[in-house]
């Protein structure tokens, strides 16, 4: 998991299959987002979830929240070749400007 | 869509040197932010700006200051460049606090 011990670090899957990524945080959030970045490149926005809300669909995105837990999952369902990226969480912290990132998850989609 | 632009994708400095990296954004965003990305640690915050002149510290801003004159552009700026800052520089901006960030590409700096 990110921002923390990762879990995993790495993934690789093949395509079509359906890959989950782990994200712990430690501190009372506003929200929690999830990024994309394509190798050597700035991040893609892709899913934003508030701290009320317990799961969140965009796509093939599927996108959980355990306040209790202080985690999230990020669930890619069917996954494609394009899908290899790196993947990030970012915690929003109630109360400051900060967006806090997880060091990463690495998915690679194998054809 | 947004558009944040960064002036180069690659650059090469030598120790010593003052380097400037530039960030545009065309959307009229309150706030701007620079990141540093380096492998196993993530992405760290540098500064971030809230508005024209305002400026906070983030989590590293050792060896590093910022300018936000206008709006829509806000440098960073090594005064001495040092091997350790060799890295990939990230600039994100969004449109109110708590939101979606939006990333330019990134600039790779290696300081010789």
């Known amino acids: 998991s990110q921002q923390g011990e990762e879990d995993p670090q790495a993934l690789s899957i093949q395509e079509g299959e359906n890959a989950t990524m782990n994200c712990s945080y430690k501190?009372?959030?506003?929200?929690l987002q999830w990024y994309r970045q394509n190798s050597g490149r700035g991040l893609v926005h892709l899913i934003l979830?508030?701290?009320?809300?317990r799961e969140k669909h965009s796509g093939r995105l599927r996108v959980t929240l355990d306040t209790s837990k202080k985690s999230s999952s990020l669930l890619i369902t069917a996954s494609r070749a394009a899908d290899t990226a790196s993947y990030f969480c970012a915690t929003v912290t109630s109360g400051t400007y900060k967006y806090i990132f997880g060091t990463g998850t690495r998915l690679k989609v194998l054809a | 869509d947004v558009k944040v632009t960064q002036s180069s994708r690659y650059l090469v400095k030598r120790t010593g040197e003052k380097v400037f990296l530039e960030c545009v954004q065309d959307m009229d965003h309150e706030n701007m932010f620079w990141y540093r990305q380096d492998p196993g640690l993530g992405l760290r915050l540098i500064y971030f700006s809230y508005d024209v002149k305002m400026k906070e510290k983030g989590d590293i801003p050792e060896g590093y200051s910022v300018s936000r004159e206008k709006k829509e552009r806000f440098s960073l700026i090594l005064e001495s460049a040092s091997t350790n800052q060799t890295s990939m520089y990230l600039c994100a901006s969004s449109r109110m606090y708590n939101e979606k960030l939006f990333f330019g590409s990134g600039t790779q700096l290696s300081v010789l």
């Open positions: 501190t009372s959030i506003n929200n």
């Open positions: 979830i508030r701290s009320n809300e």
